[in-house]
């Protein structure tokens, strides 16, 4: 208790509250830009903050991992450009509703789902990282498996074109998953010789394409349409209604995106795209998915926020980073002589409780700035297309060379745009494309890892609990339909029974 | 234009060349920023490696340094990169041995084996044989006496990096059974996966698995170094239970052929005292890897060499190289 409330006194010290002010503002902005992540700027300033003490350090890059999650959002709604690949699932919903003229209330929305998702997340570090840190090490390549046959079993629903389609375009996501090296052999697979694609495709040029570049060459065709400003309804923040509405959203979201952040393999992408189909499934208004559904904001934001203090969870607990940036903020604690593992919870906890409440001060920092500046970010869509557009594109190729300096990329994400362009004339929703790759390079290694591990043997499978689980609780989300219908059957026929007694 | 005009332009065209060169010869070195390039994404181990030396090199070298990541084909992308850059010093490559087996794969577009010019090495991390708390294998010859009846299974990273060939050398040298390699994305995946029970062995580096073994969670068995290590005082060598194998993964400074020896000079000179500053002493301690990790041009070039040999003849007996 006594450490638990030192740490909480640097909120008190103003040097302190004025790192963790600037690490909040530098992360919303660069998450803001789809060329920066918080990866990037966090390995950028590492060198900076070696001269700090530990805590300033640590509660500087965690006030930056957790404001960049956020501000990739307010791209992915204004401009259909998912700042970080994290975002990519807001833009589903949130640049439908930017369009409608509804930008304010979709960035308050993700302003406060992302501070649930993230303080809740927080909270569930404090008092369980020492119990969930073990719950990583039950996690092998065949849970990894199931957990990734039970993304994919939502291809067909995720996105707003019929099931087909979407089941289609989720199967060339797969098959584009399978470019580069392949890890179990080492041989190059559809790289055509370039080096640069022998790690894969990279997510962010893809999704900058994908949403970016295809809704530019869409814009292109309607700068003849004169369309209504809705120049004032774009600054209304939401209101409790829909607050209301989205309670569910956040909540599930939040558990489920601190869970898949706890896991060391899965970062805040994959925790967004898995809870967009959670909430989706869990929803009274199905139709309105894909077309500017506010709980699809809340959902995903929520969750890739929620994912960053789950991540933090094997990062200080195991020593073991579960993303890009806990991977760096790890080196900068080894650089300030502090070893994270099982015993730092008893040799050092006024540290750790000062990186808490650096996390949480940063939540709340941002939803502050969040609310104000979503009336000033919402101006944006009140530029005129001819000028936005070309905007973006610069600010897009700017962003896919961005992370590796690499003019491949780009070609990626110009290729990606046309592709999305085509999808998009055609009836095709870029979403399952998206989860498809995500999901294909993990459903594939997984699947060779646990037969090694298996001595080939498929039907070990089944001893393992936790796989058993999520087998079940996929099968019964594929025939869903089936049962519901089963079961409306049955009691109809019972009813018909008794009223013939 | 008759003849004798043409010469003296010849002559005045070839001193004015001649006089371009001198005045090219003494220019200061460096004049502008130096480029580190490396094949590590942003926060990999390598990319943290660069930027722990680059915190008091500008002082040592009289200026800026800049990190370049260019990832993508074990090496492959690095390698192009540096190659389209002019050498003349202000390009330098952070290279493992990720690199040399690249080379020798041939996949080094047009930098071949040969190339390289060592200026100096920066981390040297032996790797530690490595088995889940829960394993049956108290100490190395449990798991050697265990592994010469069936066929081990270890967590690699990927097929035909620098911890596989380990594997495969450790099997041949100590007469085990064919070992089942099962790759990961890396060091921390294969880690939980020993703790998980879901792997028999790994060959890892003490800094990748320390909380765990703080935590008695995973045990070290063998060092496959030349002497004992500080932070493993009970775990023996592997040449003290008869095995003579030291495997370690390295990184090191590295240069293109071409680029003139004075500046390699100044190169080595500025990266070893920035090295042995107090900020790199620290990471390198704190993240378990060993003292003398920091040596100049000759011995770094030796083990390059060396590498290469044992490298060659690894791939080929793997398959991976005709």
Redesign the interface.
Known sequence: MDAFLAGMAILADPYMVGIILAGTVLGVIVGALPGLSG??T???L??IT?TMSPVASIAFLGAIYCAANFGGSITAILINTPGDPSASATAYDGYPMARRGEAGRALGMSTIASAIGGIFSVFVLIVAAPLLAKA??????PEYFALAIFGLSMLAAVGSSTGLKNLMVGAFGVLLATIG?D????V?RFTFGV?????GLGLVPVLTGLFAISELLVQVGRLQIIPERLGLSAMKLPSMADYRKCAKAIGLSSVLGTFIGIL??LGATTAALISYNETRRWSKYKDEFGKGSIEGIAGPEAANNAAVGGSMVPTLA????GS??T??IL?GL??Q?V??????FNEQPTLLYAVFASMLASNLIYVVLGLFAAKLFARITLIPDAILWPGVLVFAIVGAYG????LVDVWVMLSFGVIGYVMRRYGFSPAPLVMGLVLGTMVE?TLK?SL??FDHNWLLFFTRPIVVALFVVTALSVCAPWLARAIRGATKSARLRAAEK | MPAHQKTCLALGFGLAVLAAGAVQAQEAFPSKPIEVVTHA????GT??TA??M??QAPAALKTELVV???????G??SF?YAASRPKDGHTIMLITQTHLLTLLQG?G?TVKVGDLVGIARATEDPQVLMVGANSPYKTAQDFIAAAKTKSM?FGTT???SVDHIAVVGFAEKAGLWKP??????GG??I???L??G??DGALLNY?EA???I??N?VRALIVFAKSKMDSLPQTPTAAEIGIPAVYSTTRGFAVLKGTPEDRIKLLEEGLVKSMQGK?YQ??LK??GQSEGSVVGRADWQAEIDEFLKTGDAALTSLG?KK
């Open positions: 990866s990037t966090a390995a950028l590492l060198p070696i990583a090490y039950s996690f092998g390549p090296l890890l179990m052999t080492g190059d080096p640069e694609l022998s790690e060391p393999a195991l020593g073991i980073p890009a940036t991977a760096i080196a080894i650089v002589g070893r994270p593992g099982p015993h730092l992370p590796n300096q690499s290694e890892q090694l591990i | 994404g942003v926060g990999g990319d943290i930027r722990m680059m915190v370049a990541n260019k990832t993508g084909g074990s492959s992308a192009g996949k577009g299974k990927q097929i035909g089942i390699v099962v790759p990961f994305r921390g995946d880690v939980v996966n703790v998980g879901n792997l800094a320390e909380s765990q703080k935590a969670e900020i620290d990471y704190s993240s991976i």
